[in-house]
């Protein structure tokens, strides 16, 4: 219940404005200011009590307790692979706008030092220290990758592409990039511990982050030229092959040309044909709109969706896997607007997509690793065009081919692909590639024109029957039964029919039960108890038996193959039979309350959860006379109905 509480008291702050740039979240509630102003009144240097030295803070493996690389060392700066975040801050420095984000003013190595800096990040940390925080220990950031470090930094989208596999119009996604405000790296591999940062005969430097700044083509020699500048940013060690510095191709290049076409020191130009063959990936980072400043650029249109898999409710694996596939987080977007590319004869909207798994690198102090995690993506079928509260069903998907997918389903925290996608509105649907897997992740959708992202569910509603039997309806065999067991009151209490029940599914081996609880016994009296005396009358018994009877049959019909218990897939189309429209989050909440440990539910916690739930909406239906979907109580009339 806790947690419950928890999710919904910071999606309530999510939803005022915590969390933003305007309104960072403090990590752990420390205050820079306080603690920097505690630390100059008693003139000595900040030491964070939250992440102290000892061996848990360097790592849980290679660089754990245990380890023999950590006996008798006195660690001064921990060595790990973390390449990848030094490569997304040189990047970083390129754009002061992103920068003064990420590094706030009013601090520095002057007089007011005290050894304590603080950073803002956007989607997770990313100053060293910090990302070492954030993610447990040292050794957790090791084997990312400068994308995430991108992502990390400026809270955009990052693309990596391998040059020897690169699509034909990536020259022209460069180009769009860099009028777009993106950040972006490339670098050339090693192919040994010896090759890191040696420097080729054309002066390139192996296993180093290089930035590219600029593309732009030029007429030469009756051809136009394309071209891309990249920047070393050690300031020095530049190309020297074919359109570097005072190469003899510029003198085949107009002054006026060649006067547009400028570099600083430790940037290069170089043939877009000699980078693909000379370099071996590149990164673009696409940046939210509010991270620009500048008119100059083209904004790109971004939005972002949170979710999460919960085994046996909303973690439904790949399309491998039809029967539960269906089950996953499902988001809308919706496509209007044509990119302007007067140069490109295709005709769509370019849409990046990318999915996060989020928290998994602090887990691996806990022997967790990187789910492998994609999506896929499919039209909307048209008579659902414009509807958010709709969650299609597993026919939808067996009879339907995906439009389009991630380009592959990968163990990294981040899959993100570029698509050009026709107008239109279009499915995502984010999962594992096995199914049952826990994890929390965040769907984000840039597109170059403006777009609109919606989450799909069902709706939180219950279309239920309240078939009542009056007394006069009561056969009477039945009332010869309840006689009997009632006694003079002609009243039975929760004790009594719990025995009747138990007594009653104890006999069949077709349904697996393994007996009625009191507690359930008790919900059903409160929901079916007019008179307010704890008791149930005839009518009123024979009400519920004719409601357990009905429920028996759904649970039957959905016992797909006969084992006398239900699944929680079935679980969820047996809850749509009998009335009960609910989400995904209230299904992971079922499924965590009623399930069994091997997701199964049987015949009395399956009943258990519709009583439950009908009592649930009644109550609520009850005290919301206007039909407005919200409702206000005192901690006293709170307390009331909880306890219930």
Known sequence: MSGVASTLAKNRAHEAGFGTNANAVKYLNQNFESLRSECLSRGELFCDPTYPSAPESLGFNELGPRSSKTRGIQWKRPGVSDCWLLAAIASLTLNEDVLSRVVPSNQGFGQDYAGIFHFQSFVYCMKFNVSVRVNGCYEALSGGSTTEGFEDFTGGIAEMYELKSAPPNLFQIIRKALDSGALLGCS?????????????????VKGHAYSLTGAIEVNYKGRKEKLVRVRNPWGQVEWTGAWSDNSSEWNAVSPSEHEIVKSEDGEFWMSFSDFVRHYSRIEICTLTPDTLTSDAVKHWSSSKFDGTWRRGSTAGGCRNHPYTFWMNPQFKIKLEEEDDDPDDNEVGCSVVIGLIQKNQRKLRKAGEDMHTIGYAIYEVPPQFHGQKEVHLDKNYFLS???????????????????????????????????????????????SEKQSEMQQCDDPVEADIEDEIVSEAEVDSGFRGLFTKLAG???EISSFEIRTILNKIVSKRTDIKTDGFSLDTCRIMVNLMDDSGNGKLGLAEFATLWKKIQKYLIIYKKNDMDGSGCMS?????????????????????LLAARYGEADMTIDFDNFVACLMRLEMMFKVFKKIDIDKSGFIELTLNQWLMFAMI
């Open 488 to 490: 003079d009151d002609m």
């Open 400 to 446: 339907n081919a995906q439009k389009a997918r991630s380009e592959t389903f990968s163990n990294l925290r981040e899959i993100s692909t570029r698509f050009k996608l026709p107008p239109g509105e279009y499915l995502i649907v984010p999962s594992t590639f096995e199914p049952h897997k826990n994890g929390d992740f965040c769907v984000r959708v840039f």
């Open 568 to 588: 929680t897939p079935e679980m969820r189309m047996a809850l749509k039979e009998t009335g009960f429209s609910l989400n995904d989050t209230l299904h992971q």
């Open 188 to 204: 050339i591999d090693i192919t040994s511990a010896a090759d890191s940062e040696a420097i080729t005969n054309q002066k390139l």
